[in-house]
């Protein structure tokens, strides 16, 4: 049985009784049930594997609201699974990290000459969790200077950012598109980068055409995980490395440049010869 009450600012509004709100909740719990039942035979059928700990946290994703269906896999590596789900008419990307496949000790390395982080202990998951947390914070930090999406939500292994894409297509790799003013990409790229140095205190570290996406014409920077902040022992070699990616591939495109330049233009100063000489050793 459903109540119409009449507020004190005379707005009408329903009250439901309890026996509707159980079977409304029952309902819910149904729904629930048939898409962890959907998703875990995509699952399947991908031939994707996950710990226990890692589905149930899926799961409570569903639950909790926070995703209302996961829709397929946009990417599949050896490090982590990238799905691509709803929350409501929004589409978002869910990156979920293998526990038992993580490169752990280059993990460590990024994390510990981090000041943001101090791991006491260096168990597997502990070492993931702190990672999709430092990654986490570097695209909140990121997003808010730079085209890069919009981190939502992490817990453990799990990183749930906005899906970049035309109505769940994804966007294309820098790598992937065609057509292109090349001359404007490659300026709005280096301004990107100057602005995550000087303004975020941030550097991506791992900036290729690879990690650059394209939608409306205009590059975005996605895949923070391995991005250090300007007091890492490691960020100057980490920037040469962007450089040389970058320059490398603009080359290609007949683009005048060059990485000893690029770095300049960024930091404002020359480029170390022991930095240089570190860049082999990443």
């Known amino acids: 049985m459903i109540i119409i009450v009449k507020s004190s600012n005379n707005e009408f509004y329903e009250l439901i009784s309890e026996e509707e709100e159980i079977k ?122 730079i085209n890069a999406p919009k981190a939502r939500l992490r817990r453990e292994n799990i990183l749930v950012m906005d899906f970049v894409g035309y109505r769940g297509i994804p966007a294309p790799k820098l790598k992937d598109v065609q057509n292109l003013d090349w001359e404007k990409c490659f300026k709005t790229i280096k301004e990107s980068m100057k602005k995550l140095y000087e303004e975020g205190e941030l550097i991506h570290g791992d900036l290729s055409e690879y990690n650059i996406l394209v939608k409306d014409n205009e590059p975005i920077f996605i895949d923070f995980s391995q991005s250090v902040i300007t007091q890492h022992p490691l960020s100057q070699p980490l920037l040469i490395r962007d450089c040389i990616n970058v320059c490398n591939f603009f080359k290609r495109k007949k683009i005048n440049c060059n990485y000893k330049d690029l770095y300049k233009y960024i930091t404002g100063k020359d480029i170390n010869p022991i930095d240089e000489a570190m860049v082999k050793q990443l």
């Open 24 to 145: 409304l909740d029952k309902q819910y719990q149904k729904e629930i049930l048939e898409k962890e039942k959907k998703f875990l035979e995509e699952l399947k059928t991908a031939n994707e594997v996950f710990d226990k700990r890692t589905l149930m946290n899926l799961f409570r994703l569903l639950v909790g609201k926070h995703i209302t269906e996961f829709v397929g896999i946009v990417n599949s590596g050896k490090e982590a699974v990238v799905f691509k789900a709803r929350k409501g008419k929004f589409y978002r990307a869910v990156k979920v990290y293998r526990v038992a496949t993580c490169d752990f000790k280059t993990m460590s390395k990024y994390i510990q000459g981090d000041p943001r982080f101090h791991l006491r202990k260096s168990s597997r998951r502990q070492i993931i969790h702190a990672w999709v947390e430092k990654e986490f914070r570097n695209l909140k930090r990121a997003s808010e200077i």
